[in-house]
């Protein structure tokens, strides 16, 4: 029976992408593990395997299509003695899901357990999904499980949820920005509804103003649309989700850089023959990894209904690229050396800006690092990335008057940071005790080394 080839899910929380190239066509022969297609997530472009042999009977998707979901057919591939005339007679696999289509199974389902990517899902990938909810007709409301949990997790009526799916099928796109019905004066409102009647319907969060009515706005005015790219996309809804469901709170300090800008010229001396060059960037993020050891408690993340606290400190560094950014990982960072985080340092921020990292390599951590002080920036307020509890946004070192410990007037480079903690995962005074630490390894460069 004619085999179909799906729309592979390259990372755990791929929903769609681009078919950018087919490196086969129509009538070719290919075996387990050669290469079919070039596909473009919101991050990269990875190149998808066979992973059966036989001939490629029928190339449904065209290459250079967009927003190509999931589990989507995109080719058929026939087994020795079919031919293209059996395509249109064979009848469509089963799905794992009980015969129900399903675009988000995979995704769904190949999360890696216990990792950090359970914060896109709203639950780790080994919770059940809740059982498929009926309507008032008692008709089955048709969900993937996905929906489901996250369904489940912020109280939301899937009958009340219009459907974009397959079919009619709710998918984790419908329930952005959806909320659970408003609770307030909940015991008053139980007391006077009548017996028996209906829940409120779900609460809907208020939604911007279509593109129709924005452009509108700006009729006769000269401006040019620019389509938003995966990236982009991604980038809108993951901030956006960030500002409306993380509780953010913000801490902030000052930090007297001098000590550490005359030990790294120093160091910078001793290894330049070694052709490295540490910068003010790689001591922070050294600071930052020892911090989150000194302080266990603060070395986590929110994973839906419950906290994940890691061993090891897994620094994400925010990177700019054209057209967005990316946050590659840098793993077991307190482990490693000042001269080894910065040589890895390089080697994932050029490749960020080819866009070759693999997912592994820009997913998981649990802090991370935004700098603009290289722009010139003096402080500002960085939006944590989820599932991350916290976030550093650091700003430029400017020579600045302070008073001294014998209150003596002099001037210092200092440099002004705000930590942007997820209150669900830190509280105040643990994410005040964090900071503390990162202040005191950077203000004494040397201990960093002990």
């Not at 899901?97 to 769904?108: C, R, T, Y």
């Not at 000194?294 to 061993?311: K, S």
């Not at 925010?318 to 890895?344: M, Q």
């Not at 722009?375 to 400017?398: C, T």
């Amino acid at each position: 029976m004619p085999t179909e080839i799906l729309m592979p899910a390259l990372s755990p929380t791929m929903e769609e992408g681009t078919l950018a190239k087919w490196l086969v066509k129509e009538g070719d022969t290919v075996n387990s593990g050669d290469l079919l297609a070039e596909i473009e997530t919101d991050k990269a472009t990875m190149e998808f395997e066979a992973v059966d042999e036989g001939t490629i009977g029928k190339i449904l998707i065209a290459e250079g299509s967009e927003g190509v979901k999931v589990n989507t057919p995109i080719a058929v591939l026939l087994e020795e003695g079919e031919s293209a005339s059996d395509i249109d007679s064979a009848s469509p696999a089963p799905k794992a899901s009980g015969g129900e289509d399903d675009p988000e199974q995979q995704a769904d389902t190949s999360a890696p357990k216990g990792s950090g990517s359970g914060a896109d899902t709203g639950a780790d990938s080994t919770t059940a999904a809740p059982a498929a909810p009926r309507d008032s007709s008692g008709e089955r409301v048709f969900a993937s499980p996905l929906a489901r949990r996250i369904a489940a997790d912020k109280g939301i009526d899937l009958t009340q949820v219009e459907g974009s799916g397959p079919r009619g099928r709710i998918v984790k796109a419908d329930l952005e920005g959806a909320s659970a019905p408003a609770r307030a004066d909940t015991a008053h409102a139980d007391q006077a509804a009548p017996a028996g009647s209906a829940p409120a319907a779900a609460a809907q969060m208020p939604a911007g103003a279509s593109a129709d009515a924005v452009a509108a706005m700006y009729e006769g005015r000269e401006y040019q649309e620019i389509k938003l790219d995966g990236m982009r996309k991604t980038i809108a809804a993951r901030l956006t989700e960030s500002k409306q469901t993380v509780p953010h709170f913000y801490l902030r300090r000052d930090i007297r850089l001098d000590a550490l800008l005359k030990f790294r010229s120093e160091l910078n001396a001793q290894l330049e023959s070694r052709g490295v060059k540490l910068s003010v960037n790689d001591f922070i993020i050294k600071a930052c990894a020892l911090a989150l050891q000194a302080v266990p408690a603060a070395n986590a993340v929110w994973a839906g209904d419950r906290v994940l606290q890691l061993t090891p400190s897994d620094v994400a560094v925010a990177v700019a690229i054209e057209g967005g950014l990316f946050t590659p990982v840098l793993k077991d960072a307190d482990a490693k050396s000042l001269s080894a985080l910065s040589t890895e340092m390089k080697d994932l921020a050029a490749r960020a800006r080819d866009r070759k990292l693999s997912p592994g390599e820009y997913q998981g951590g649990t802090f991370a690092v935004s700098n603009l002080g290289m722009f010139g920036i003096d402080n500002f307020d960085a939006v944590i990335n989820p599932p991350h509890g916290a976030i550093l946004a650091v700003g430029a070192g400017v020579k600045k008057p302070v008073v001294g410990k014998d209150d003596e007037l002099s001037v210092a480079t200092v440099m002004s940071v705000t930590l942007s903690v997820d209150h669900r995962v830190i509280d105040g005074a643990l994410g005040a005790e964090l900071l503390q630490h990162i202040v005191e390894n950077l203000e004494n460069p040397m201990v960093m080394l002990a």
